[in-house]
Nanobody, 119 residues
Framework: QVQLVESGGGLVQPGGSLRLSCAAS????????MGWYRQAPGKERELVAM???????NYADSVKARFTISRDNAKNTAYLQMNSMKPEDTAVYYC?????????????WGQGTQVTVSS
């Protein structure tokens, strides 16, 4: 069984920064895509950023030039550095990994971490 554990959420003022982490544990052979999604109250879950196994990244237009996704393959961990944060970044943030184990290849979600941008 694979588990994803997120950390780093919290309250930040507009213009501030936060760094989210998501660590995977379990019987993991490899992790292909790593990504972050978010869901604000009353809205659908949306893609924030993705990073491939070779480091190719993709960002939502709303976060380009402000957020940076990265990964540490040795630690099975993804990071989301969030700078110049805005109130509209307020949401629950979920990590999303495509994990290859012995005998399976499937997606896993983290439990979610609340990010609130407010003065």
């Amino acid at each position: 069984q694979v588990q994803l554990v997120e950390s780093g959420g919290g309250l930040v003022q507009p213009g501030g920064s936060l760094r989210l982490s998501c660590a995977a544990s379990g019987n993991i052979f490899s992790i292909d895509l790593m990504g972050w999604y978010r869901q604000a109250p009353g809205k659908e879950r949306e893609l924030v950023a993705m990073i491939s196994s070779v480091g190719t990244t993709n960002y939502a237009d709303s976060v380009k030039a402000r957020f940076t996704i990265s990964r540490d393959n040795a630690k099975n961990t993804a990071y989301l550095q969030m700078n110049s944060m805005k109130p509209e970044d307020t949401a629950v943030y979920y990590c999303y990994f495509h994990v290859r184990t012995v005998g399976s290849y499937r997606a896993y979600w983290g439990q979610g971490t609340q990010v609130t941008v407010s003065s």
